[in-house]
């Protein structure tokens, strides 16, 4: 329930109580309000001192939390206390008589005291629901920086507009390893490249399903574990590449935790915002760009549209591999100039961006590898897909789309390279994404594992199939897959 003044480290602000997430004078606000209902119920000679106490330190932590930013997860706290005040301080004020005032009968006290402690309660609650995200260590050697270019391909045109001049172009977060940083570097914000960007981007995602903007107000205000423009790291040699498509509606930053994991290992991670597709896209001129696709209720017509922007999707991919590999020949004088091994270059997404990065890899042979996470694979069934792939998948239920399993299957069993489906036990959509770190933990939303081990099972199982297929690493595959879930291999004929 806290917004850390520029400078703070927020994840260890916010880590003070783990599970819910709050600051030290969120937990100190929260205690004076609890202080306050009680003292009613002290004996006399503590009563005073009990809620003078409790009162003052109320009103320092508000005060301090109004200037740095009060998060809406307080105001059931302070609306509890507010109705508790005036029957924690009446006893203590002398009547005109000169006598102390009485207190209400217990009877009577008692309803209100419970309603108070509950709306008090109900804070923590809220914290604990809607948490703001805390991002779990890289597993790896390396620190993680990341930043965001821009790239217009000027051989496409917009299709999501009508001027014939209007070109595609993308957005596009890299994470990469980077050189150690000093203790206290002011790490990434997590939704953008500033607090309004990244709040931006969260209200356009609440409004995407439906909720109030103030929701998510925690998430625009997380910050990761990468740096933004790190250095690159120095010893390294060169790193293989993996490009990434969120989900429908997505944005580029959905993966972070998974990214930064991938980055910490060595590899480079390029995500896409897909203009137009994407909930909300903030270009470098400042224009933002709000999604414009949707379902339309009539399941053959939103077949024919998905499968229209999984094409444009798989371009965009395309594009981005292409740009990457001028990146690294020195295009433009970046950091990343001959750090990148685009000759090793896997392409994955989520649901929708799953579907683009099959596609991807059926019309480009530049992606040796496939990662398909809860994805249904929209558009084109052939070429046969002929490179190594992995399907992360979430249980199979009555319901699930009954289409999903069948398609996939098909898609799988026709591939020319041996390919695999995980099912991961405990795991729903949203799980192979960040929404475990700040979504209610309600397993229909976003599976069973918990905040802490949904990202790690997605990323470790992600790096046992990238360190096979792109780096050649010895091993059983098969066997180091079994470890996360149910396995089928699909070995081509």
Known sequence: MCRCPPGADH??????????HVSLLEVLALLGAFALVAAR???????????IAAGAVLVLCVIVL???????QLLPVLAGAAFALPFAVAPLLPRRTGRPARRARWWLALPGSLACAGLIASGPVAAWAFPVPVFPEPSGEFAVGTRVVQWTDPHRPETFTTDPDDRRTVVVQLWYPARKQPDGARRAQYLGRTEHEARTVSEALAGQVGLPGFLLDGVARARSRSV?????????GRFPVVLFSPGSGGVRTQNTAWAEDLASHGYVVAALDHPYDSAAVVLADGRTVTGETGSTGDRDEDDRLAAGWTAVRAADLGFVLGR??????GEGADPLAGRLDTGRAAVAGHSMGGAAALQAARQDRRFDAVIDLDGYPHGPASPALGRPTLALTQAI??????RYLPRLTE?????????????????????????????????????????????????SATLAFLDATLRGRPGDLAGDLRAYGELTVHRPA
């Open 397 to 402: 239920t009555p319901a699930t789309d009954p």
């Open 11 to 20: 994840g260890r602000v916010t880590e003070i109580i783990t599970g819910l």
């Open 41 to 51: 119920w002290l004996p006399p000679v503590a009563r005073p001192r009990v809620t």
């Open 411 to 459: 898609a799988l069993d026709a591939a020319t390279a041996a390919s695999y489906r995980l099912t991961v036990p405990g795991a729903a959509h949203l799980t192979f994404m960040d929404g475990p770190l700040y979504l209610p933990p309600v397993p229909s939303i976003v599976g069973s594992l918990g905040r802490a081990r949904s990202p790690r099972v997605v990323a």
């Open 228 to 236: 933004f423009d790190a250095a690159v790291e120095g010893t390294g």
């Open 66 to 72: 109004a200037v740095v930013g009060l998060r809406w």
């Open 324 to 329: 990457l590999e001028g990146l690294d020949r």
